[in-house]
């Protein structure tokens, strides 16, 4: 199975700075993973996912970065705002089986104006 | 679009009471499921189905029972509820199985078991 797993629980940074949040996940044969953003109260929300076939990708002003080597991704969050102020998930999955998302339990953000 | 609906958002129980937790999603997907959140520890799979008449067991299934007679609705039913299922129930959906694509998550159940 899958264990995936954040290296911090919580990170403070300030406006402006960039954000670093790191995952390590355990199963080699995962082929898919992604980056959810969850505030208080509200649900998982996407933010960006990669294959295993990439080591990096971007979005708007977030890059997921893949290190199948050492197992282990990242997302970066540039310029951060408060209003990226939030709990991070990695998740994984391994295709062919049953979809299932396996969580890491989380860091969260907090970005000091 | 609605996305993923769930209901209702705030719950409390007295043990060995019995609920549903409503899940619904306007997105014609295929795949749903089930997770729970606690502190600490992460979103935790409880149950998920990949179509209609078809569900199976996550990492936490014991208490729940779920099913799925349409491609829209996924109910979570608490049989007699327990103080350890005090916890936050979110839904989550995709689009097909064998996609590799995220789930969408609702806004979450908020249940006290007292």
């Known amino acids: 199975g899958e264990n995936v797993g954040l290296h911090l629980p919580t990170l403070s940074v300030q406006e402006g700075d960039n954000s670093i949040i790191n995952c390590a996940y355990s199963?080699?044969?995962?082929?898919?993973f992604i980056w959810y953003k969850q505030e208080s109260g509200k649900g998982p929300q996407f933010i960006i996912d990669?294959?295993?076939?990439?080591d990096k990708r971007q979005g708007q002003r977030v890059t997921v970065l893949l290190n199948k080597t050492v197992k282990h991704l990242s997302l970066q969050i540039a310029a951060t705002q408060p209003g990226d102020s939030a709990v991070y998930f990695c998740?994984?999955?391994?295709?062919?089986?049953?979809?299932?998302?396996?969580f890491g339990k989380g860091t969260k953000l907090t970005v000091n104006p | 679009n609605a996305g993923v609906t769930q209901t209702p958002k705030f719950q409390v129980l007295k043990t060995g009471q019995s609920m549903t937790l409503q899940c619904a999603q306007d997105?014609?997907?295929?795949?749903m499921s089930w997770y729970r959140q606690d502190p600490g520890m992460g979103l935790r799979l409880i149950h998920y189905?990949?179509?209609?008449?078809?569900?199976d067991q996550g990492e936490v299934p014991n208490g729940y029972n779920v099913s799925r007679s349409t491609t829209e609705d996924f109910p979570l039913r608490l049989l007699s509820a327990a103080p350890s299922q005090t916890s936050v129930y979110f839904c989550?959906?995709?689009?097909?199985?064998?996609?590799?694509?995220?789930?969408?998550f609702g806004d979450g159940t908020r249940l006290s078991i007292l």
């Open positions: 998740a994984g999955i391994t295709q062919g089986g049953s979809e299932k998302l396996v």
């Open positions: 990669i294959r295993s076939n990439m």
């Open positions: 189905s990949v179509g209609a008449g078809i569900t």
């Open positions: 997105m014609n997907h295929e795949y």
């Open positions: 199963n080699s044969a995962s082929d898919y």
């Open positions: 989550a959906s995709s689009y097909s199985v064998g996609r590799l694509q995220p789930q969408h």
